[in-house]
């Protein structure tokens, strides 16, 4: 193929492509027309593309320019066909075929399911099995099981919404604790994920309802060694190997000698470093053994609760946990995976 030879194919192409979209049946649809238009013109393109490979260099630029040239008229011939069926159909009565369909919602996991289900999963393999509780529980099982002094604070009605006298939306996971050794003889080791409840305003770091993930080991022999090894290697298994983690000394009624177990993040290297705290832990307080009917002197244990939305919150960089807890889509579509 020589250039003029070329010229003449590209214009002739051009010209054939305009005679196909007039010649269209009104209300083709534009896939349609598209589709019309491609069977046409493809191959032609094709053999035009591959000429310009082949014609003397110095017919190349001429060449070239008139091959963008048709590109370009073949774009706009589909273009004003677009437009065409657009003002043919926004008349009134019509049928607005360029509508954008209504939006398909597809269910995903919340973030903070996510997390649970990625500890829930760790934990798995760690031997640990799902236990669950009432989120409406007696003040003894959240509390008096779990070796709260009758005038403990949290009891008061200013952080604990109570149904009735001795019933109350539970504060914490913990009393599944109870429950869960009163069912099963040790040797015990379970998961307990749950929604828990406090009489908090919703502002940036607290939420009136959350959830929480509380584990539970108890057997003859466990001692505070127990709790760091498998607590870090869960860090280990849900971090990666290269996040540091530290205990430090911590209280709750129902652990003795109770910690907490901080993260490492931001910078690794020392400077840039903060220490997040993702859960409290202990041994088992006797106290709680022998609530649940348990011989302390045979049986120890080990137990932590964390809060799966702070850990949600610092894996995404969130800093207002309302964002996970008011059930915007539009935040939360992001997480969709
Ligand atoms: N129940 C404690 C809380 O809600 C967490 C915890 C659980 C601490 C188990 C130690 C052991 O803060």
Sequence with gaps: MDLNEFLRRADALEASART??????????????????????????AALRAALRTLPPEDRPAAGQAFNRLSQALTRVVENYAASLRSANSGVGATDLSMPARTQWRGARHPVTMVIDEIAGIF?????????????????YNFGALNFPPDHPAMELHDTLYLRDDVLLRTHTSPVQVRTLQSYRPPVRVLIPGNVYRRDFFDATHAPAFAQLEGLAVDEGISFVDLKATLAEFARRFYGGTRRVRFGPSYFPFTEPSAQMDVGVGLQDGRGLR?????????????????????????????????????????HDINDIRLLYDSDVRFLEQFTS
């Design 20 to 45: 196909l979209v007039a010649s269209l049946q009104p209300g083709t649809r534009l896939d349609d027309a598209k589709g019309r238009l491609n069977a046409v013109a493809a191959e032609e393109v």
């Design 124 to 140: 798995r393999e760690l031997g640990f099995t799902i236990a669950l509780g009432p989120e409406a529980e007696t003040a003894w």
């Design 275 to 315: 220490w997040v705290e993702i859960m409290g832990c202990g041994l088992v307080h006797p106290a709680v053994l022998e609530s649940a009917g348990l011989d302390s002197e045979r049986y120890t244990g080990w137990a932590f609760g964390m809060g799966p939305a702070r850990i949600a919150m610092s894996r």
